[in-house]
């Protein structure tokens, strides 16, 4: 998609692209996450224990954007999830558990005050006061 996540929880990992002004150096308990539709790259300190976390059937956040978080879901959970527009730089904290994607995505609308609007194949998390 438009996000790219990158965690190291070992050794160290050099990151580069067009996109970017200059190769960025991360090293273990580092992540990066680029967002391309409105050109912002941060470097965070991430938890060793939260890198890959999805593998023991949960998702951990601390101020990720929304739709970062909805592309985890869709990827993880194996349910697809889309994000309005004015709600993809929100930010959330906390931990979903993704054995039940449907159950997940409920728990995050209703954390983060939103509306879950059901479609075609998927959701949309979509903002209630519009």
């Known amino acids: 998609g438009e996000q790219v996540r990158v965690e190291v929880a070992q050794g160290e990992v050099k990151v580069s692209s067009e996109a970017l002004a200059q ?3 991360l090293t273990q308990g580092r992540g990066l996450s680029y967002d391309a539709k409105v050109g912002t790259a941060l470097v965070s300190t991430v938890r060793p224990d939260a890198i890959g976390e999805w593998r023991t059937g949960r998702l951990t956040y601390d101020s990720a954007p929304l739709a970062l978080v909805a592309e985890d879901l869709s990827r993880y959970a194996g349910i697809k999830v889309t994000v309005a ?4 730089n929100r930010q959330f904290s906390g931990t979903l558990v993704i054995d039940n994607g449907e ?12 509306d879950l609007v059901p479609g075609t194949g998927g959701y949309r998390l979509d903002d209630h006061s519009r």
Not at 85 to 88: G, K
């Open 103 to 114: 159950a997940a995505l409920r728990d995050l609308s209703r954390l983060m005050g939103i």
């Open 23 to 25: 190769p960025i150096r």
């Open 85 to 88: 527009d004015d709600l993809r």
